[in-house]
């Protein structure tokens, strides 16, 4: 019963395969408010038992207000709207509207305000109609990315650090190989100087461990790093991950999007690991930073960059659901190219930016509502097409 309005909110996946076919990228945006949603209540109640929070929504007027108005804002913005006069999707909702209408139950005023905030993104949405912002284009992935993506993912994950170190190392050759991606012309230099220094950095601390062999995961155990190293590491280990993830993020050419889940893994397990303290130092400037970005990238229609710049705020951050959110919204391109179908996108971007919200919420409040509402936003322009942002 702890977690019985999560277990509710799960028929909401099914949103995409019911939306009319124009409606389906709101799909997406409908996942981001409920997972924000739940995620708010269980951050601020530590359970999402429907009898717990109504009773806790009769305690105070401003649990009353936290409770009611979440409950509101999940039941508009993650049910009803964008898609109100279809039945079969709303049918999905029934259950977790049931059950938000039931903790909210006497709190009139905070739940008819929540219903409010939740329907605002969708009316936003609605009004810059006309908006276009564009996904990536569709043009087939060769093997050659699918290998090297399936390669990257394995050392990272498993090999000892030479060779997911090995492996980084060539993610510049990758990225630029084809240097004229569309408005960006670059050259080798910066991703391999940065990747170099890397490594460099990386092969030290290892010898100061004493073992070449450690692996990658057990890099911050074996190999500790000081609070100023982690701070100056971590500020290297952004560099190198915007140097080498935004061309590839705005390139058409279709091996240059198989380094993005390799890279997102490892700056989650660096950030995560050896460089955690000073990835928190600057943290909230990164994500502040990351939010403007967003923000700037949607308005210029680059919705790979939103959803790139996206994943490595969840990369950056510990724990399963921060790697899963990063790793979904990594793959959308390549799957994109792959020639996915709308609604499984529509899913795949829903649930990878739903949990990069969640993660975001545990230290960035403010930011994590802002980056939500761009989201839904962004996703209730889109006529027909997938999600990216």
């Not at 990386?202 to 190293?229: E, K």
């Not at 993020?249 to 279709?254: F, G, K, N, P, W």
Request: charged residues 10%; hydrophobic residues 65%.
């Amino acid at each position: 019963m702890n977690t019985l309005l999560f277990w509710l909110a799960v028929p909401l996946l099914l949103t995409a395969w019911a939306a009319r076919p124009d409606r389906i990228p709101g799909a997406a945006g409908q996942l981001v408010v409920a997972a924000l949603g739940l995620a708010a209540l269980w951050q601020g109640a530590g359970t999402l038992d429907p009898q717990d929070l109504h009773q806790l929504a009769h305690q105070s007027l401003n649990d009353s207000w936290f409770v009611a108005l979440t409950c509101g804002t999940i039941i508009s913005g993650g049910v009803l709207f964008p898609d109100i006069a279809n039945w079969k999707r709303l049918a999905l909702g029934v259950p977790l509207v049931g059950a938000a209408l039931f903790v909210a139950l006497g709190c009139w005023l905070p739940l008819l305000t929540g219903l409010g905030i939740g329907a605002l993104p969708t009316l936003v949405a609605r009004a810059l109609r006309d908006a276009d912002i564009a996904a990536a284009p569709a043009d087939g992935i060769g093997r050659q990315a699918a290998l090297w993506a399936a390669a990257g993912v394995a050392a990272l994950l498993i090999a000892p650090a030479a060779v997911a170190f090995l492996v980084v190392l060539i993610s510049p050759w990758l990225a630029w190989r084809h240097r004229r991606a569309p408005g960006v012309a670059g050259s080798l230099a910066w991703p391999l100087l940065g990747t170099s220094a890397l490594v460099a950095w990386s092969w030290l601390a290892l010898t100061i461990a004493g073992s070449v062999s450690v692996s990658l995961y057990r890099f911050a155990a074996d190999a500790p790093v000081s609070t100023a190293a982690g701070e100056w590491l971590a500020l290297l280990l952004f560099g190198w991950a915007v140097a080498l993830a935004i061309p590839a993020a705005l390139s058409t050419d279709r091996d240059s999007v198989a380094q993005l889940l390799p890279l997102v893994l490892a700056v989650h397990l660096a950030a995560a690991g050896s460089a955690a303290d000073g990835v928190a130092h600057w943290q909230p400037a990164l994500t502040t930073a990351g939010l403007l970005i967003v923000v700037v990238a949607l308005a210029f229609r680059r919705g790979a960059v939103a959803v790139l710049v996206i994943a490595l705020l969840a990369a950056t951050r510990a724990g399963g659901a921060a790697l899963a959110g990063a790793a979904l919204l990594a793959v959308l391109p390549g799957l994109w190219r792959l020639g996915a179908t709308r609604r499984a996108m529509a899913t795949l971007a829903g649930v990878g930016a739903g949990l990069s919200i969640v993660v975001v919420l545990r230290d960035e409040v403010v930011v994590a509502l802002l980056l939500a509402g761009a989201i839904v936003v962004a996703a209730g322009c889109l006529r027909g097409r997938v999600a990216t942002a």
